[in-house]
């Protein structure tokens, strides 16, 4: 989980292929209209989530092994919404990086539909996991094989 550009994707599939998971891109899961919305530089609203946040959790309730998801689950309600439509244990992975970072990453990617115009509603809306919630934060700010190494050693020492 995390704002557009802090690397839900190329970590979420390193660490599927580390752990043994199946990786799904949640905006996979995104209805066009979302992908419209996004495209054209407008954030979108609650309302626009609900829908894809029940199909994330009720995706990762689908029986078939560990599945990761990338997904954005900026706020709590998200997040809460989503692990209750799983009916089941959900761990958060929150990718955690400094605006500066994130926007670099996002000017450098080619053929994403999120504009680097809506940074600042991603990191406006986040609100980062609590102490009580099944999540950890990694910071980003390193090569990919290191935050997938200290994913999967968190992930090893996290009681099932």
Known sequence: MGVAGCGKSAVGA???????????DGDDLHPPENIDKMSRGEPL???D???WLTLV???LAQPG???????????????DHIAREARG????????????LIAARMSARA??????SLIDSQFAALEPPAQDENAMIVDIDDTL????????????????
Request: proline share 6%.
């Open 14 to 24: 390193a660490l599927a292929g580390r752990i043994g998971a199946n990786y799904l």
């Open 45 to 47: 609203t609650d309302e």
């Open 49 to 51: 989530r609900w829908p």
């Open 57 to 59: 959790g009720r995706t």
């Open 65 to 79: 092994g560990t599945l990761i998801i990338g997904c954005s689950a900026l706020k709590r309600r998200y997040r």
């Open 89 to 100: 244990p959900v761990t958060f992975v929150h990718l955690s990086g400094s605006r500066d």
């Open 111 to 116: 053929g994403h539909f999120m504009p680097t």
């Open 145 to 160: 094989e290191s935050v997938v190494d200290r994913i999967a050693a968190k992930l090893e020492e996290t009681p099932s």
